[in-house]
């Protein structure tokens, strides 16, 4: 196979030389580049074929192989540092190596240690065969820790191993660094015996491999003194040998001397941004351990409000963990993000002061210093964990109070009492809570699976109302509504265990759901009033409170239960936390633009070109942005070329002048923003960005949207203008058939397979073969069945007394046990095998005990057996219980008297002349029963109470063994499904390290971050900007980003946030954490570019006229819309009708709003437009619901006239509005039909998902104008649109805007 394809299955198991046929040509993957691209060096170092690699490598593979001299070291960190693309080396090849060299039982790591660990080391070893060359041994082994193939491999086992040798060897590491490096400088070069290396390669592979190991190592800068130094000094040596190789002549004798003078500052430019990102870091991890809490005063000017604000938060500061003067509020209270457990705690759900919320305002106090990346991300990842945990805190403290004080909520005591269900607190003052209970808790099983790990199986009532209906069916068709918001896959949920006994002992686990709607719809058929559900908890203690549970432990076993459920995704967001609590600011690109100025401008700072473009002569081809063959080059580093540029693309291309300059400020920019009223090519503009990337070779491009409709409308039209077909779609399954064969799952289905592919089936079948074990563990436990060889070891370690009565009975028994072997008993059991069964089952009081029998039918086979003596049976249970039914339908005298005909003439073979008297005393262990050795003179009962105790002893010294077990396999089953993880990642990095563009959502980036740093992509545009969470962003952020285009616009919907505290809406805190203001937003609002879209080419102009003259004065509407033909039935195309009907609802007894007037309004429009004969096919009419009430009461009004069409979700919307409201519908909520679509928009107050259609609503001003005419513009121009106008909206605009006539 490798003479012929160029790879060998066997990978470095194989010990045979590798020489390449003929005809072997290997594919060498077009690898995305990251930020020490262009750095360069020299080729000497490791310039081994991967055929000479695996025979380099071959002889050191033996378990027992040693150094036998420093020669064989050369060898081995020569074949190793020769591991790299331009050597033909692919990431398959890659990551075969580094699966075996980074595995701790194979004797490459070993090698690895040795030469990190070896003594002497010298850069002027020559031929020595006992000193170690510094450029020959170290410098290469640093090379391969810090290769592409090393640092962005999901292998993170190996890497994380490898990476664990320099934390052992750090003190030898810091030494020979120290002592080299020094020495190099002293002699103002790096060669040894004539070979070629450079400061380019040393700086690098010592830099990169630093950085690496304390971004993994994250208390390496504290925990090791001579690691702030050694990088001072590092960054000193570099500053001199950049300065030296510079001067004429050079005072530095290195390779780079030869290069061309704007290259070598091209070179020395990347290398400078690695050293520095090391310096920050260290500086960081140093600030954290000196830091005093004394905040330095800005000096910068602001004006009058921002000055009384920040004062205002200066006096009110109290800091995170010890920066607190108290002290931490909790146990999960600490300065580091890094130490924060994304899943409250116990103690902080119960903690009664407020949490620690940074605020989000530059020149804001902040435990960390200004204007640093640190500040900005620890400020995002506290105010999204708030977003996160805010609604399960509130309704906990709602939960907790109603168990320690029934009176505090007579309606939620009920429920917790009852069957649970929906529940919404009062305003009372305290933050208003919607969430659901479910009571009767019990635990089922414990498992784990591949996906999700551990989980409990737990069972719990259903609710009161239509999940507990008698017919199946209706159960199924609540659930299948509902389930689409409660209890989703993914969702946070709350164990609440309130302890029997103990006042006020409550405990709170929290978890995240891992079944399926499908299968809750399941349990709910089977199940008449209960549903079955699997949830991970997130604390060992849960796991093993509930091993204990299911043990039957009485004091784990005993209290009330209850499953606390509130309306948010947990796995929509702990992704983004993931990423922000685990990124190293200092190495998040673009920081000079994003972390938040001082003063809070960016005016002041200039654009810079995207690092790909900064290079010496890099120049790139406009032509694909003409529609006929034209030649435009630009050079983004000449501005008279640019300009040049501008006026060529302005005048000829297919972009408008607006879209030209947006297009080009985007292309000589690090920083873009593209913003766009409705209709006028933001995405347009987008795809002609990525057209000009691909064609010019910039890639990977990673693509971003907020929702996946919009990442397919964009992806759809690269493939229509055949951009380029390399794109790969990753997240959940694509609607656009177009675009559904690019999905990872479809592009893994037609790869042939790699040595991952095997090496990561292997730790599949290691999974399954732990779940089995699992399995058989929980199922052992579950049964609560004692083996009998187990109970007889126990009798015979603890009880030999017992033991040896138990193993020496009676001659008469024995003789009846030996009987009895191999045969049944009259109901077919097989006879006792031991005399411990025997005992426990009473074979030998049953014997003597007249039996209860019933008089007949045995007649028959007492006369066949007379007949045929060979029938006898020799078995003196079955002739015992014969004899005695001999007499058929005799007296039960005569039945007696058979029985003891049959028992006397057993015992008079012991020379007995009577049957043995059957005890009956009765006592208890606490009687004495345990000190009495005779067991087999202990009546049933007592042997029952006897065993029962020994079972219950059994189970106990039991539960610690398998509590041991439960914790092996569920470590090994954590080890083995993060290895492959690990492994199913660097598949699917083999596929997208070949497509030139990755989308994803916002969500799907955060799942992936790994897989993404490990992808490298180089530019990374997002869609929907405006509607994106900075914190989103932020954490997309992957080191290797060189440009950042953001598309959207700001003027329009923010972001959707689940906690009001939080937005910008908020009149008490929305100017301290303005957590939904987008970044695009915050950055335009600074001062930085942003490029503006201006001729429209979607709304009719009477429509375009109402944000004309509000928001975008500068738009133009392009001739295409000037031929919309107007709206029948109506004298105007818009129109706004005024009342002054009250609103009905809205109370603290009522959840949501409704307008009867309006209801009655709409019903008779819809009914007139119905009535011109143009507006019949479904989705020509929709109605805008700004509350869930009035959906509802707009949807019963059509019921008898037309059919509507409601979607899923807000179909399980209405169910919660309608449980709320204790109503109970007469239809089904999700009507199917064709005339008319009924969509509610955002409930006030009540935001609990991020579906597009919450943002249709009248509110907000200006803002929400335009967002309605955004989400309108796609429908048919000439649908009819009715607004219903409000009067703030009617006073923000002026009465002089609507004298205007809307026609």
């Known amino acids: 196979d490798y003479y012929d394809t160029g790879k060998c299955d066997r990978g470095f198991e194989c010990r045979h030389k590798h020489v390449p046929g003929s005809q072997v040509t290997l594919s060498v993957a077009d690898l995305g580049r990251t930020q020490i691209e262009g750095i360069g060096g020299s080729t000497e170092l490791g310039s081994l074929r991967p055929n000479e690699i695996h025979n380099a490598l071959k002889r050191f593979n033996w378990p027992d192989f040693k150094f036998r001299s420093t020669l064989d070291m050369y060898t081995f960190a020569a074949a190793l540092s020769s591991a790299k693309e331009e050597n033909g080396y692919d990431l398959s090849d890659a990551n075969t190596l580094l699966n075996v060299v980074g595995d701790p039982g194979q004797n490459y790591f070993l090698l690895v240690d040795a030469i990190l660990r070896y003594n002497p080391v010298s850069i002027a070893a020559g031929r020595s065969k006992t000193e170690l060359s510094f450029q020959r041994g170290y410098i290469p082994i640093l090379s391969y820790l810090s290769s592409e193939y090393v640092i962005h491999s999901t292998l993170h086992q190996s890497v994380n191993a490898l990476y664990g040798l320099l934390e052992t060897n750090f003190d030898r590491l810091v030494s020979v660094l120290d002592t080299c490096l020094e020495g190099s400088m002293k002699t103002k070069t790096f060669r040894e015996a004539g070979r070629e290396l450079g400061g380019l ?87 954290f351990t000196n830091r005093i809490r004394e905040r330095g005063k800005s000096s910068k000017t602001a004006d009058a409000h921002r000055v009384a604000l920040l004062s205002a938060l200066e006096s009110n500061y109290e800091g995170p963990g010890q920066y607190r003067p108290q002290g931490p509020r909790h146990d999960n209270d600490f300065e580091e993000i890094i130490d924060i457990w994304i899943a409250p705690t116990h103690d902080e759900l119960c903690c009664t002061l407020p949490p620690y919320l940074p605020a989000n305002v530059p020149g804001g106090p902040h435990h960390l210093p ?89 069972l719990f009532n259903a609710p009161a109302g239509r999940a507990r209906q008698a017919r199946a069916s209706a159960r199924v068709a609540y659930w299948e509504s509902v389930g689409r918001k409660r209890l989703m896959e993914g969702g946070l949920v709350a164990l609440v265990w309130k302890s029997s006994g103990v006042e006020g002992d409550v405990r709170i686990y929290l978890g995240v759901i891992t079944s399926f709607t499908d299968e809750l719809v399941k349990s709910s058929e089977e199940l008449d009033d209960r549903v079955r559900l699997r949830v991970s908890f997130f604390e060992p203690e849960a796991d093993m409170r509930i091993l204990a549970s299911l043990q039957g432990r009485s004091a784990a076993a005993d209290g009330k239960r209850y499953l606390v459920e509130a309306p948010i995704m947990f796995e929509s967001i702990r992704p983004f936390l993931e990423a922000l609590k685990n990124a190293n600011p200092s190495s998040i690109p673009l920081a000079r633009y994003l972390a938040h100025p001082e003063n809070g401008t960016l005016q002041g700072v200039d654009l810079q070109l995207p690092t790909y473009a900064s290079a010496p002569d890099y120049s790139m081809d406009l032509g694909s942005l003409f529609n006929e063959p034209t030649d435009l080059i630009l050079y983004p580093s000449d501005q008279s070329s640019v300009e040049r540029a501008r006026a060529t693309l302005r005048a000829g291309s297919r972009l408008d002048p607006s879209q030209a300059d947006a297009v080009l400020n985007t292309l000589v920019s690090e920083v873009s923003m593209i913003q766009g009223p409705p209709g006028t090519g933001k995405s347009f503009c987008g795809t002609e960005i990525l057209q000009v990337l691909i064609a010019n070779k910039v890639r990977p491009i990673l693509l971003i949207a907020f929702t996946n409709h919009a990442l397919d409308n964009i992806l759809a039209q690269v493939l229509e203008k055949k951009i380029t077909d390399k794109i790969a779609r990753l997240g959940s399954p694509s609607k656009h058939d177009d675009i559904k064969k690019y999905s990872l799952k479809e592009l893994l289905k037609m790869d042939p397979g790699t040595g991952m592919a095997r090496a990561a089936s292997v730790e599949h079948w290691k999974l399954k073969d732990i779940q089995e074990r699992m399995a058989a563990l929980m199922n052992k436990i579950i049964k609560r069945e004692v083996p009998l060889d187990e109970m007889d070891s126990h009798i015979t370690r603890h009880y030999p007394s017992h033991a040896g009565e138990l193993k020496n009975p009676p001659f008469w028994i024995e003789k009846l046990f030996d009987d009895s072997l191999g045969w049944e008993n009259t109901d077919g059991r097989p006879t006792a095998t031991t005399l411990l069964q025997f005992w426990i089952e009473c074979s030998d009081l049953a014997f003597i005990t007249p039996p209860a029998l019933t008089p007949g039918k045995l007649d028959d086979q007492r006369r066949n057996e007379g ?13 015992l219980e014969k004899s005695s039914q001999k007499a058929g339908s005799s007296p039960q005298d005569v039945q007696r008297d058979l029985w003891r005909e049959g028992a006397l003439r057993f015992f008079a073979e012991f020379g007995w002349d009577d049957v043995p008297e059957k005890p009956s005393t009765v006592r208890l262990i606490s009687d004495g029963l345990l000190e009495d050795q005779a067991v087999w003179k202990m009546s049933r009962a007592e042997r029952k109470c006897l065993y029962d105790f020994w079972v219950n002893e059994v189970r106990e010294m039991s539960y610690e063994k398998d509590a041991a077990a439960f914790e092996l396999l569920k470590t090994r089953h954590s080890e083995t499904q993060a290895k492959h993880e690990g492994l199913e990642n660097e598949i699917k990095l083999e596929i997208l390290k070949k497509r030139d563009i990755i989308g994803c959502t916002t969500n799907g980036a955060a799942k992936l971050t790994t897989l993404l740093k490990s992808l490298a992509p180089k530019v990374l545009l997002v869609e929907e900007a405006g509607q994106v969470l900075e914190a989103h962003i932020l954490a997309s952020l992957v080191p290797s980003i060189e440009q950042l285009i953001l598309v959207g616009d700001p003027l329009q919907l923010r972001p959707t946030l689940a906690n009001f505290n939080l937005s910008m809406e908020n009149k008490r805190t929305g100017q301290i954490y303005r957590f939904d203001q987008s970044l695009m937003e915050r950055l335009s609002e600074m001062g930085l570019r942003m490029s503006r879209l201006d001729v429209q080419r979607r709304m009719r102009p009477t429509i375009s006229h109402l944000i004309r003259s509000t928001l975008y004065p500068d738009l133009e509407d392009h001739s295409l819309v000037q031929q919309y033909p107007h709206v029948r039935g109506v004298a105007k195309d818009v129109f706004f009708l005024d009342h002054r009907h009250a609103e009905e609802g809205g109370g603290d007894e009522s959840v949501s709003k409704s307008n009867t007037f309006e209801v009655l309004m709409i019903k008779d429009l819809v009914m007139h437009f119905l009535r011109q004969g143009v507006y019949s096919r479904s989705g ?101 649109i009715i607004g219903l106008m409000l009067p703030y909206l009617a006073r923000d605009m002026g009465s002089t805007f609507w004298a205007t006539p809307m026609i």
């Open 201 to 287: 390669d040393v700086f690098k592979y010592v830099t990169i491999c630093l950085t690496e190991y304390a971004e993994r190592y994250k208390r390496a800068v504290p925990s090791h003194p001579a690691f702030a130094p050694l990088v001072r000094k590092l960054f000193d040596w570099f500053t001199q040998w950049s300065i030296a190789i510079s001067t004429i002549p050079p005072g530095f004798e290195d390779p780079i001397c030869v290069m061309k003078p704007e290259e070598r500052r091209f070179r020395i430019s990347r290398l400078e941004r690695l050293v520095t990102s090391l310096m920050n870091l260290v500086d960081q991890a140093e600030g």
């Open 370 to 458: 200004a204007n640093s990346m640190a500040k900005l991300v620890d400020i995002q990842f506290r105010l999204l964990r708030e977003e996160l945990i805010a609604p399960i805190r509130t309704s906990l403290g709602h939960v907790i109070e109603a168990l320690r004080n029934p009176a505090h909520s007579a309606s939620l005591t009920k429920l917790l009492a009852g069957e649970g269900g929906l529940y919404k607190s009062t305003n009372d003052g305290t933050e208003s809570a919607v969430f659901s209970v479910y009571t009767g808790v019990e635990f089922e099983n414990l498992g784990c699976d591949i996906r999700s790990g551990l989980r409990s199986e737990i």
């Open 867 to 879: 007949k045929n003596p060979k029938h006898r049976s020799q078995n003196r249970f079955v002739d």
């Open 1180 to 1280: 020509d009419i929709v109605v805008l619901c700004a509350y869930l009430g009035q959906l509802q009461k707009i949807r019963l009004a059509l019921a008898k006239e037309v059919t509507t069409v409601i979607d899923d979700r807000d179909a399980a919307q209405l169910i919660d509005h309608e449980e709320q409201e204790g109503q109970v519908p007469t239809t089904d909520p999700v009507l199917q039909g064709h005339d008319c679509d009924i969509v509610p928009g955002e409930e006030l107050g009540n935001v609990s998902d991020h579906s597009p259609r919450r943002h249709w609503i009248l509110k907000g001003g200006y803002k929400a104008l335009a967002s309605i005419i955004e989400a309108l513009s796609p429908l048919p121009f000439n649908s009819p």
